[in-house]
């Protein structure tokens, strides 16, 4: 008697675990689906350069941390460092390019965490290109009805990226033309000695 009790008990177990697997299947579908409505309308903006309609996938006190280690904290700041980034004066970039690569997701309640490669191209406006492929961080909160990032962290690799290589062929250039130039001038000194001393011999 105690056995088919224990066996009763086991499959009411199973069956309540196989009705609430059922009923919270559908509510992630449901999310995986605004999350991915959510990227495709970050990924359109952001390739437009449409920083409005950007902020509107933020939530209100949203903080970014940028591929040069800079960190803004809500939409005013984001559009400031997007517009002296892109747009001021003196703009550093003309144009970036994205294509997120999503590698994995996790979800707790009305929270989510996505990460995953960017696949973004940076043209500055010296004329560099700089594929740099960072790595992001998502962090995503159900607002309402909307899903919205709560935070975004980008990163490269800091010992081999194009901005690194770029720097190193800069330095490289520099090194050689000051080189050249002390060479020059070494041989400018050393052929006037050279004269000066066979005048002296000669007198």
């Not at 199973?14 to 605004?34: C, H, I, N």
């Not at 690569?101 to 406006?125: C, K």
């Not at 052929?191 to 005048?199: A, E, G, I, N, Y």
Request: with cysteine; aromatic share 8%.
């Amino acid at each position: 008697m105690k056995k088919n009790l224990l066996i009763f008990i086991v499959l009411m177990f199973v069956a309540v675990g196989s009705q609430a697997q059922e009923k919270t299947l559908p509510a992630d579908r449901e999310a995986e689906a605004a999350i991915t409505r959510l990227r495709e309308g970050l990924v359109d903006s952001f390739n437009h350069q449409d920083i409005d309609r950007l902020l509107t996938f933020l939530d209100t006190n949203a903080v970014l941390t940028w591929q040069n280690g800079e960190v803004c904290e809500g939409a005013p700041a984001i559009k400031a460092y997007y517009e002296r980034m892109m747009k001021g004066d003196h703009p550093v970039v003309a144009k970036i390019t994205s294509n997120p690569e999503v590698l994995g997701r996790h979800f707790q309640g009305d929270w989510a965490i996505s990460w995953g490669n960017l696949n973004d191209h940076f043209e500055l406006t010296d004329g560099s290109q700089l594929p740099l492929n960072s790595h992001f961080t998502a962090t995503i909160a159900r607002r309402g009805d909307r899903w919205l990032v709560a935070a975004f962290h980008v990163s490269v690799n800091a010992f081999d990226n194009p901005v690194m290589a770029l720097a190193v062929k800069k330095v490289s250039v520099l090194v050689g033309v000051v080189s050249l130039v002390a060479g020059l001038l070494v041989g400018v000194i050393a052929t006037r000695l050279l004269r000066r001393t066979k005048s002296v011999g000669a007198a």
